[in-house]
């Protein structure tokens, strides 16, 4: 028979395992975006003083580093949780703070890096910064800082003179790896905006990289279902112990040679099973005839 201190023990070995295996699905979840890194403007080229957000995928804390000035300081202040992680926001942002970011999680993977030009010049070419997916229409607009309206464009690709905009947009259709370069374009009057990478990422590249579970409320789905599915058992596990338990008392009463003893124990026995359950009381009727 088990004694309620070794009950108690059990209950909290099979509560120690849940929590490990909720505990390791939340750590999965956090790591299928952990080097995710976006940006808000979506934009490679950005103007002086304008204010640009990052977005950390999958970490609680977003420390992004810049290539050549090391960790951004005013995330320490601005640093935010989102649905899906953290950002943190640089409010004005700088020509010298042109180059590549990412951010490092707590286990040492490195995020994609982005790369970011900040331009003080009047002309800019609005060009994804992260890259775009093989089959997507992408398009890139020319504008001019100092006035809002639409203006005739040039553009061009690895210095090459490619096409003329009237309204200042060129869109690609259909992008494929081949329309990957180096972008820039120009405004008459105006002048000519700084050079950007087009970069496109290949669909087999990117299911590839796909991981095996797609939704970040996926695991807590399954830590739901396996809590649920625990406690039943352990409700049935408790239930069926007590009920042999009773059993077990019962039937040791009716060894042979108790006398008028064991006789009155047994009567004691099946009034007390009387009020337990039927299958137990069934039991002991059955051993108390064989008995007689």
Not at 40 to 63: A, M
Not at 93 to 112: L, N, P, R
Not at 121 to 148: F, H, W, Y
Not at 270 to 287: E, G, H, Q, R
Request: proline content about 3%; overall charge negative; glycine content about 6%.
């Amino acid at each position: 028979m088990f004694s309620p201190q070794q009950d108690n023990m059990e209950v909290t070995a099979l509560c120690i395992k849940l929590l490990m295996i909720v505990m390791l699905l939340c750590e999965n979840d956090q790591k299928v975006d952990a080097a995710s890194l976006h940006i808000d403007p979506n934009r490679e080229q950005l103007i002086e003083y304008e204010s640009l957000t990052f977005y950390c995928e999958g970490v609680s804390y977003c420390e992004v580093v810049h290539e050549l000035k090391g960790k951004i300081s005013s995330c320490n202040k601005t640093n935010r949780r989102t649905s899906s992680g953290s950002s943190c926001t640089v409010t004005n942002i700088y020509t010298d703070d042109s180059g590549e970011y990412w951010f490092q999680t707590e286990g040492g993977e490195k995020s994609y890096s982005v790369n970011i030009t900040v331009t003080s010049g009047s002309v800019i070419l609005e060009i994804p910064a992260l890259p775009v997916m093989e089959g997507e229409a992408v398009t890139l607009t020319c504008r001019n800082k100092t006035t809002s309206s639409q203006t005739s464009a040039d553009f061009y690709k690895d210095g090459v003179f490619i096409s003329n905009s009237s309204t200042g947009n060129m869109i690609i259709h259909n992008v494929s790896t081949s329309d990957e370069g180096l972008y820039k374009c120009s405004i008459s009057g105006a002048g000519e905006s700084a050079e950007s990478r087009l970069t496109v990422r290949s669909r087999e590249s990117h299911d590839q990289r796909l991981p095996d579970i797609t939704s970040p409320s996926t695991p807590w789905i399954i830590a739901t279902v396996l809590l649920v599915i625990l406690l039943l058992v352990l409700g049935l596990y408790r239930f069926v112990k007590d009920d042999w338990n009773k059993v077990v008392f019962y039937l040791s009463a009716l060894r042979p040679g108790s006398g008028s003893t064991g006789n009155q124990t047994v009567s004691e026995s099946v009034d007390s099973a009387a009020t337990s359950t039927p299958a137990t009381y069934a039991v002991v009727i059955k051993k108390k005839k064989r008995a007689r």
